[in-house]
């Protein structure tokens, strides 16, 4: 599954015209693939009711109600400004030749397919569109939308000015990029992607799941020594933010290191009892044992640092040839060049991503400028439905969850990522496999009755469901 814009449906779209497919066949898929889903959502429903436009959405929308009059649905259809496209024409010849008939009783409709605008919508609603969809609104009926809500501006998820409330939107082929802003989420209602065939798409974001987690997983070596199992380096904490550091280690050990060192100010720091502690001081000086500075497998620095250490932090970063994971106080405005051409993970939520890159346009394209800027950093970009990327390879985990809005859950995350880089994940992977786990231990435990109301409950989680890779393989709602 694959989340586009309206620039590269079209490009996909062309490149199968291109080779003799149709817009007519591909209707005829919309309307057999999305009419399998609606006897899904509506097993009971009998009168069905096609709001209409003039271009190929309306064709869709049409193409599904000959298949519901096929399976026995009472259908009528609503068009009050005729056809403007060919294909559009056939559909309602065909709907025609069943018997299905025109009404303007809307109220009458236990549902309502909506098919008055798709892609080709632009600019803002012409009035007697804007009063039809705030009528079909107004009657409180579940909406099905085809493609996308009418009104809704599919590259940004805004209404404009307002939009069809759907109960499901059947997206075509693919997801719309505006779908991943929080905007468009009380128009959408449930998007479901209606499979018609295209092959995967030159551009776009892949989505990732739990299918795609499964095969990225390693194999458990069982002959591998601590140092193997991965060794992780940690700088993190400060006095104000103690948390931050017990965090982010017992989020790596319960990922399954097999050895943890931590940077600390003074000896008293609380750490958990397998890690190895090392004296700040003794660190910027350069003195510690080779011994051990040979353990190191992968460095996180920065959550809960605060703004102590920046020379000396920048001077690591930029001799070290280790993998390095990089979160919040570490992405210092400047930090960017330094570390474009190393083996790294940033790991920003927002405001920080602002703070080391400037750019005005929508979190998606910061997101796609900035891989497409700086090719060997792997970004992980969080909030909901977290983007992870490096270079033209760009994911979104598709799962915002509000349990994991919890402070030190972000602290969690970048030692989950610091955890399987330091056990030889490269760093895409790595990423991906942690957010992906972090980002459904909500949901999972919800499952079983729990429920994650601090951030260590994610670590607690990790460990009672089984570790990452139990989780992974558990998963089956992504
Ligand atoms: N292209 C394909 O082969 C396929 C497309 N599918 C479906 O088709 C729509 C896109 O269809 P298109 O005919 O290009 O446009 P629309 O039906 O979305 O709308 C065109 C229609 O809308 C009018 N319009 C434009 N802007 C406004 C506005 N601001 N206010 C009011 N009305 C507006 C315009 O005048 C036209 O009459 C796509 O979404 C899919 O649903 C199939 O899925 C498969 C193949
Ligand atoms: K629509």
Redesign the pocket.
């Known amino acids: 599954m694959f989340v586009l814009s309206s620039s590269d449906?079209?490009f996909e779209?062309e490149k199968?015209?291109s080779m003799g497919?149709?817009?007519?066949a591909?209707?005829s898929?919309?309307g057999a693939m999305s009419a399998l889903k609606f006897i899904e959502d509506f097993k009971n429903v009998c009168k069905v009711v096609a709001v209409c436009?003039?271009?190929?959405?309306?064709?869709?929308?049409l193409a599904l109600l000959y298949n519901l009059k096929l399976k026995g649905y009472d259908c009528s259809i609503y068009q009050p400004?005729g056809a403007?496209?060919e294909?559009?024409r056939v559909q309602r010849e065909l709907c025609r030749s069943l018997g299905i008939e025109e009404t303007s009783d809307l109220k009458s409709a236990d549902v309502i397919v909506e098919?008055?605008?798709?892609?080709?919508?632009?600019?803002?609603?012409?009035e007697?569109?804007?009063k039809l969809i705030r009528e079909i609104n107004n009657l409180n009926k579940p909406i099905v939308s085809?493609?996308?809500p009418?009104?809704l501006n599919?590259d940004t998820g805004e209404p404009?000015p307002d939009a069809i409330r759907a109960a499901y939107t059947y997206s075509?082929?693919f997801l719309k990029r505006g779908y991943l802003f929080r905007q468009s989420y009380e128009y959408t209602g449930k998007v479901i992607v209606?499979d018609?065939g295209f092959p995967p798409p030159e551009n776009g974001l892949k989505i990732f799941t739990s299918s795609d987690a499964k095969t990225l997983i390693k194999k458990k070596d069982d002959f591998s020594h601590k140092v193997e199992k991965g060794s992780l380096l940690v700088w993190a904490g400060s006095k104000q933010y103690p948390g931050a550091l017990r965090l982010c280690l017992e989020g790596a050990l319960n990922m399954g290191v097999g050895m943890s060192f931590s940077i600390v100010e003074d000896e008293f720091s609380i750490l958990p009892p397998e890690t190895i502690p090392i004296a700040e001081r003794d660190f910027i000086s350069n003195e510690i044992d080779e011994k051990i500075s040979k353990k190191f497998r992968a460095v996180l620095i920065g959550p809960g640092l605060t703004n102590k250490r920046e020379t000396f932090i920048k001077e690591f970063v930029s001799k070290t040839s280790l993998p390095l994971i990089l979160d919040a106080d570490a992405l210092f405005p400047d930090i960017v060049d330094l570390i474009k051409d190393k083996e790294v993970v940033i790991t920003p939520h927002e405001g920080e991503f602002r703070r080391i890159y400037k750019n005005d346009s929508d979190r998606v394209e910061r997101f796609e400028a900035f891989l497409e800027q700086f090719p060997n950093i792997t970004l992980v970009l969080k909030g909901p439905n977290t983007l992870v990327g490096k270079g033209s390879q760009k994911y979104v985990v598709p799962i915002a969850d509000c349990d994991l809005a919890v402070a030190g859950s972000g602290d969690v995350l970048s030692g989950m990522i610091g955890a399987l880089l330091s056990t030889g994940y490269d760093t895409l992977t790595a990423s991906l496999l942690a957010v992906f786990v972090h980002a459904i231990i909500p949901e999972i435990a919800r499952q079983k009755n729990m429920r994650v109301t601090r951030s260590s409950d994610l670590i607690k989680l990790l460990k009672a469901l089984g570790g990452f890779e139990n989780i992974i393989e558990s998963c089956d709602f992504i």
């Open positions: 449906i079209r779209e199968l015209f497919q149709t817009p007519l591909l209707m898929i919309v436009g003039k271009g190929n959405n309306a064709g869709d929308a400004w403007a496209t294909e559009c098919g008055l605008l798709g892609v080709g919508f632009y600019g803002n609603l012409r007697e569109t804007l085809m493609d996308i009418a009104g599919s404009q075509i082929g209606i018609i």
